[in-house]
């Protein structure tokens, strides 16, 4: 499986809502050219919620044509119903995607028999590496390691995106899920600190403005390098934080497309990236060297 940087790739939109899919061919490509370890498409900075499942389906489907093999592709395949994340799992498996990464189901509140049930039915029925992903600032249902540890057991059920902020997980998981199960970071802010706890890489957020750096820091820590590691994430920290100002993707999506690669647009309820907090993202570009 993966180590490193794994971008989840924001979706550019026109004004009107429409995906713009040259847009998102320079993205695959910037992030080829900038050694990005992996793409998730259709993830949550992919506005995966206000897209139907044919279009998601589409979305994942041109980012693998447009990759060509030069970059892994994972596909966003959850969803807080079982039958439609299945539906998604599914058709997205056999388009030449590496893995699926399958979120918490949000709004439900499923017990965790609820959660090791659910992601134990998608692993079941469909053959495709599957990484389970805890954001429960999103989802308001926190997975607990003793489920994350059961449902590890299970062949295809690869690695977690653990996106608490809370390092001391780290460790455990390390120590009592099956082996080679894969642990990756969802806070760009606390990445390093995970890596060093045992951690493979990430799945960020960050790496849509400075992918290069991001694939570099990564890549120091993995290697044992922390001073470098260290120096090159003091640089990025701004971007850490500012890309939070407002909820992801709003201020990412600006960046990029301060960037040159795509317009400004993005899917209510979603709205444009406030004014007040465009100085703060570009004095983070500058610190990052990527403005």
């Not at 979706?11 to 993205?27: A, N, S």
């Not at 017990?111 to 998608?122: A, D, I, P, V």
């Amino acid at each position: 499986m993966l180590k490193g940087s794994i971008v989840a790739i924001v979706t550019p939109m026109f004004e009107d809502g429409r995906v713009d899919y040259d847009g998102l061919d320079k993205l695959v490509s910037f992030h080829v050219d900038n050694k990005t370890d992996g793409i998730v498409s259709v993830g949550t900075s992919g506005e995966s919620a206000t897209m139907d499942i044919d279009e998601q389906i589409e979305v994942i489907a041109k980012t693998v044509e447009m990759a060509n093999g030069r970059i892994p592709i994972i596909a966003g395949t959850g969803a807080n119903s079982t039958m439609e994340a299945l539906e998604l799992t599914s058709r997205a498996a056999p388009l030449g995607v590496e893995a699926c990464l399958l979120v918490v189901p949000y709004y439900n509140k499923p017990t965790q028999r609820g959660l090791y049930e659910h992601f134990k039915l998608l692993a079941e029925k469909v053959d495709i590496p599957q990484i389970l992903y805890n954001v429960p600032g999103r989802t308001s249902l926190d997975m607990e390691n003793d489920t994350v540890v059961e449902l590890s057991k299970i062949a295809n059920i690869t690695g977690i995106k653990d996106a608490s902020a809370d390092i001391s997980r780290v460790a455990d998981f390390a120590d009592r899920c099956a082996p080679g199960f894969m642990l990756y970071s969802g806070d760009d802010a606390t990445t390093l600190d995970f890596i060093k706890a045992g951690g493979h890489g990430c799945i960020s957020v960050t790496a849509n403005v400075a992918p290069a750096k991001m694939h570099e820091m990564c890549q120091a820590a993995l290697s044992g390098d922390m001073d470098k590691a260290e120096t090159l994430n003091a640089q990025l920290d701004g971007l850490h934080t500012s890309l939070f100002i407002e909820s992801n993707p709003i201020p990412a999506k600006w960046a990029v497309s301060e960037l040159g690669f795509m317009s400004k647009g993005i899917r209510l309820p979603l709205t444009e990236f406030s004014s007040e907090y465009h100085q703060a993202v570009r004095d983070a570009m500058v610190a990052a060297q990527v403005s």
